[in-house]
């Protein structure tokens, strides 16, 4: 399980929380008011706007990410997917190789991820092999499916519960901007 961590769907009037702490296995059975001031949802929507930017350098797949310094505010680094160059090169996988290249491979602790698309099984595992302890993401699994983007259906949550052993996130935040970022999926087939 991962103790004393959140998972936040959504950051509206009604969000969705899913503590892995509890025994639900299904995130929408709990439903309590997140523990987020205006102040973290406002750095949050900044962070994930640029994440946005990012990904509408790639209109057909729209995942952009960047990774930033929880402790400065600094943007450490940031990716689109680049999946026609090599089909593991997803947002996230591209952001967190510019950052090991710009600053090494150590301080991911210090750092949260904000992605446009739920991270997909594969970036979730890297992201629990580098230790990033945050996550936030916009669109969800279900919806970059819906918009013709194959997805393996396990969920960053999922792969983060199995990762328990070596990983216990601070925090897995979804749902942050997420009708912004919906909107570039759901146009992808018109560009």
Same mark, same amino acid.
């Given at each position: 399980?991962?103790?004393r961590? *959140?998972?936040?769907?959504g950051l509206?009037?009604?969000p969705?929380?899913y503590?892995a702490?509890?025994?639900?296995?299904n $995130?929408s059975e709990?439903? &309590?008011t997140p523990n987020i001031?205006?102040?973290e &949802?406002s750095k949050h929507?900044?962070?994930?706007?640029?994440?946005?930017e990012q990904a509408?350098n790639?209109?057909?797949? %729209?995942?952009?990410?960047v990774?930033?310094?929880e402790e400065t +505010?600094? *943007?450490?680094?940031?990716g689109? /997917?680049? +999946?026609?160059m090599? %089909? !593991?090169n997803h +947002?996230? !996988?591209? #952001? $967190?190789?510019n950052?090991?290249?710009k600053?090494? /491979?150590?301080?991911?602790k210090?750092?949260?991820?904000?992605?446009?698309?739920e %991270?997909?099984?594969?970036?979730?595992?890297a992201?629990a092999?580098c230790?990033?302890p945050?996550v936030?993401?916009?669109s969800? !699994?279900?919806?970059?499916?819906?918009s013709g983007?194959?997805?393996i259906?396990?969920?960053a949550?999922e792969v983060?519960?199995k990762?328990?052993?070596?990983?216990? %996130?601070?925090s897995? $935040?979804a749902?942050?901007l #997420?009708s912004?970022?919906d909107?570039?999926f759901?146009?992808?087939?018109? &560009?």
């Open positions: 399980m991962i103790s961590r *959140v998972f936040t769907y509206g009037a009604l969705l929380i503590s702490a509890s025994s639900s296995k $995130i709990s439903s &309590k001031s205006e102040a &949802k929507e900044k962070f994930m706007k640029m994440a946005i509408k790639n209109k057909t797949y %729209p995942f952009g990410a990774i930033v310094n +505010g600094e *943007v450490m680094a940031e689109v /997917n680049s +999946g026609a090599n %089909p !593991i +947002g996230e !996988i591209v #952001a $967190i190789n950052f090991v290249d600053h090494g /491979n150590s301080g991911f210090s750092l949260t991820l904000y992605t446009t698309g %991270p997909c099984s594969m970036c979730m595992s992201i092999w230790g990033i945050r936030v993401w916009a969800s !699994i279900e919806k970059i499916r819906a983007i194959g997805q259906s396990i969920s949550l983060a519960e990762a328990k052993e070596f990983y216990q %996130p601070d897995l $935040i749902g942050v #997420a912004e970022s909107k570039l759901d146009q992808r087939h018109n &560009k």
